[in-house]
């Protein structure tokens, strides 16, 4: 079947804007996943939604960060006045909950952001 | 606090020879261990993890990984490398119990196999 999507695959914005970033997680899976990939930095989690529970915002670097997930499926991360500390591939993930371990997350191919 | 660790940035080796990829990590309580790799211009793919049981994880591509309480790590093995497995990779950890299911991911190490 598919598997995560994301859009834009290339963002570039002037520093102060706002970006939208899109996730489509694979259909039926209950969680999703925001991570930032900077040079040199590796993954960094951003945030967690599982099901109808609250997120998990713990690793939002600023009130500038905002996501949603609607409806339980398509989820969107914002960013506002944008830094150029913020340039990054912006990485989704979403998986579905399997008894007796961990779920495996499914990445999708990023939103490559650069904010002069 | 989770962390993980991978010590070399870089590592070359030679098609057909083994090849070793290393991970440690430090977490509260029992671990799971995920290894994900990523080729260029494309998202990240999951190769293994370590759940309980058996040390020795098999997983994609002829991957596999050891992991060893003792020492905290779970590097990643491969008998013989094709130059087709330069990529990027990717360690993880999550703490059993843990109230989510977000990995802390190390830095990377960049696989280069030379024919």
């Known amino acids: 079947g598919a598997g995560v999507s994301q859009s834009p695959s290339n963002k570039v914005t002037e520093k102060g804007k706002d970006v939208e970033l899109r996730c489509d997680p694979i259909?039926?899976?209950?969680?999703l996943y925001w991570y930032r990939q900077s040079l040199g930095q590796g993954l960094e989690f951003l945030i967690y939604?599982?099901?109808?529970?609250?997120?998990?915002k713990s690793g939002l670097p600023s009130d500038r960060f905002s996501a949603e997930r609607t409806g339980g499926s398509v989820s969107t991360l914002t960013i506002q006045r944008t830094q150029q500390e913020d340039s990054a591939v912006y990485l989704c993930?979403?998986?579905?909950?399997?008894?007796?371990?961990?779920?495996?997350?499914?990445f999708g191919p990023g939103t490559r952001l650069t904010v002069l | 606090a989770q962390s993980v660790a991978q010590p070399e940035d870089q590592v070359n080796v030679a098609e057909g020879n083994p090849l070793t990829v290393k991970c440690t990590y430090s977490?509260?309580?029992?671990?799971?261990l995920f290894w994900y790799v990523q080729y260029p211009n494309r998202g990240l793919q999951f190769l293994l993890k370590?759940?309980?049981?058996?040390?020795l994880v098999k997983g994609s591509y002829g991957f596999e990984a050891e992991f060893n309480k003792s020492q905290t790590s779970f590097h990643l093995k491969k008998p013989s490398a094709l130059v087709s497995d330069s990529a990027l990779y990717f360690c993880?950890?999550?703490?059993?119990?843990?109230?989510?299911?977000?990995?802390?991911f190390g830095t990377g190490t960049l696989l280069a196999v030379q024919p």
């Open positions: 993930a979403s998986s579905h909950p399997q008894g007796g371990g961990p779920d495996t997350q499914y």
């Open positions: 259909s039926g899976h209950t969680a």
């Open positions: 939604f599982q099901g109808n529970s609250a997120p998990d």
């Open positions: 977490v509260s309580g029992n671990p799971y």
């Open positions: 370590y759940i309980t049981g058996d040390n």
């Open positions: 993880a950890v999550r703490r059993k119990g843990g109230a989510t299911n977000k990995l802390i």
